[in-house]
């Protein structure tokens, strides 16, 4: 459009100086071309400025966009922080319900041991049992002398009373596995039934375990050991550690979920 008005304005000129035209159209076919002049150098201007411009922002959208790749790397860095920590969280919370489970069981078995100390009170004071804490297990001991006669593995019309009434409160403990150990002293023992202390320490625990059966106690919660001479109470010098020797042991077991966890090692057995 300002090409045709500056082509009409040149246009007069030439028509002008060839006589064609007046003096005064020609001077105002004149101003007009300095006009458009003076537009064409406004819009060149303007169009130096607006490259500048599109320069700018084009240099501030590389700006944006490397800042955008250094914001990505760092949301990156910041989800596998969180991920980690995520993951610290879970094994914490895991580690925490874990103990929160033993710290469970734990009150429960000690309950359930201060309840049978209770029952056992009148064997206690009685000097017919005692009551033991070993490796972190409770234990109950009965002298062999009140259960059985000399070298013998058959209850005594005392041992069973005293027995019947261990059973009455071991029958009411559904969940705990009881072993039956018998021991003696050093004292040699020769015959055709037990031809040493491990055969006399060994059937005097079945002895006891079958008995505990037949009075309630469940037989998938019981097992027999004997141990004869070899692990003493008390030195066998006197005739009264030999005493202390010769006895019955009723151990608590544990409970499996009591024990440590051995997953780990677990994996390293070939």
């Known amino acids: 459009m300002r090409t045709n008005k500056m ?64 914001l990505g790397v760092k ?56 009551v033991k804490i070993k490796n972190g297990k409770m234990m109950l001991e009965l002298p062999s002398a009140i259960l059985f006669e000399s070298g013998q593995a058959d209850l005594s019309e005392e041992g069973q009373k005293t027995l019947a009434e261990v059973a009455a409160v071991l029958s009411t403990i559904g969940d705990r596995e009881f072993q039956v150990a018998g021991h003696t002293d050093d004292v040699p023992i020769k015959g055709k039934k037990f ?17 505990l059966q037949e009075h309630g106690v469940s037989p998938e919660n019981l097992s027999a050991a004997g141990y004869s001479e070899y692990q003493p109470t008390a030195s066998n010098d006197s005739e009264d550690g030999k005493a202390q020797n010769r006895r019955i042991e009723i151990t608590l077991m544990p409970n499996l979920d009591e024990l440590p966890d051995l997953t780990e090692l677990e994996k390293e057995i070939y």
């Open 75 to 130: 949301l990156s860095d910041l989800s596998g922080e969180l991920s980690g920590a995520m993951a610290d969280i879970d094994a914490k919370q895991k580690l925490i319900e874990e103990m929160k489970k033993k710290q469970e069981q734990a009150t429960k078995r000690l309950a359930t041991l201060k309840d049978m100390l209770a029952k056992f009170k009148a064997l206690i004071e009685g000097g017919k049992l005692k």
């Open 195 to 211: 031809p040493s202390n491990w055969e006399l320490s060994s059937a005097r625990a079945v002895a006891v375990v079958k008995f």
């Open 7 to 70: 082509m009409a304005a040149a246009g007069l000129v030439v028509m002008v100086m060839s006589g064609c035209v007046s003096q005064e159209e020609y001077e105002s076919a004149l101003k007009k071309i300095k006009d458009l002049e003076k537009e064409l150098g406004d819009l060149e201007e303007l169009r130096k400025f607006d490259q500048i411009r599109i320069d700018e922002l084009g240099a501030d959208n590389a700006t944006m966009l490397a800042k955008l790749e250094q």
